[in-house]
């Protein structure tokens, strides 16, 4: 696996925890970086300037994290990019939108910028536009995104288009899934659910308890609409099965079996980046 770009960002390991709003913060975002890993903030749906400096907070001095942003709450809300900008991070990440002027705006600060694309035209259009880093998240993933294609047959695709270093997301939780996506050609990985349940998440204990225990998913829009959020029909997200809220879960969590710290799990995840 290339760690070039990984190396560049002074990240010892070429594995990403993706930006989960709502389960993404401060605490999980130290851990994963004291790691080796790069640990993000992720800013949601409810996504606001004082979220994020909250949560910043708790980032101590000499630990370097990125940022996720989604597009259209950013677009509602512009004061959050800047937040965002003013606090360097190692990488930010905007999802979710076909407008790339924000690649810009970080690149004269000096930040690094990544986003997530569901196709080929996806990735085309973000390597046109100059993002550093490209994530094939496939239809695996929890949480939102567009269901259009399996990781496998995505990231082979999304590989041959574009030379932009890709990561691969979707269902990835244990050292076997890297090592797969590995040896397909990314050039790291970006992992949710396999954090979500870490003791240094925002999630609750009932919520944490409810992952561990769960191993069905569905892909809905019914939490957003009941929440009042500007998601398109066409963005659901992949969230635990029979559950009366929603709490986020792409297919990896079949391999969760305890609430394990943030480091533990690099370093599991790790084995298979080099094996």
């Known amino acids: 696996m290339s760690t070039a770009w990984s190396d560049r960002l002074g990240i010892r390991h070429p594995l990403v925890c993706a930006p989960m709003g709502g389960v993404a913060g401060g605490r999980l975002a130290t851990a994963v970086s004291r790691a080796g890993a790069l640990g993000m903030i992720g800013m949601g749906s409810a ?4 979220a994020l400096a909250r949560e910043l907070a708790l980032v101590p001095d000499g630990v370097r994290v990125g940022i996720g942003l989604v597009d ?29 002027d924000w690649v810009a705006r ?6 690094a910028t990544v986003t997530q694309v ?41 590989l041959a288009a ?8 979707g ?3 244990t050292a076997d899934d890297v090592r797969r996506v590995r040896d397909t050609g990314a050039a790291g990985v970006w ?6 349940a ?3 998440s925002l999630l609750d204990d009932a919520d944490r308890t409810a992952m561990l225990r769960g191993t069905d998913t569905v892909l809905t829009s019914e939490f957003d609409r009941r929440s009042g959020y500007a998601w398109p029909e066409d963005v659901p997200e992949r969230v635990l099965a029979g559950e009366p809220r929603s709490i986020d879960a792409g297919l990896g969590v079949r391999a969760l079996t305890a609430a394990r710290p943030a480091g533990d799990v690099v370093e599991s995840l790790a084995a298979g980046l080099y094996a």
Not at 47 to 50: A, D, L, M, Q, V
Not at 72 to 94: G, Q, T
Not at 123 to 146: K, T
């Open 191 to 196: 992992v949710g659910t396999a954090f979500a």
């Open 198 to 200: 870490c003791p240094e």
């Open 162 to 169: 574009v030379e932009v270093p890709v990561l691969a997301a």
């Open 106 to 111: 970080a690149h004269d600060v000096g930040v």
């Open 118 to 158: 569901p196709d080929v035209a996806g990735a085309e259009r973000a390597a046109a536009a100059g993002v550093d880093l490209i994530v094939a998240r496939g239809l695996e993933g929890g949480g939102h995104g567009r269901p259009l294609s399996g990781l496998a047959d995505l990231l082979s695709r999304v």
């Open 171 to 173: 269902a990835i939780a």
């Open 72 to 100: 259209w709450v950013m677009r509602s809300r512009p004061e959050l990019l800047d937040a965002a900008l003013a606090a360097r991070p190692v990488l930010l990440s905007v999802s979710f939108g076909d407008d790339f």
């Open 47 to 50: 996504g606001s300037p004082e």
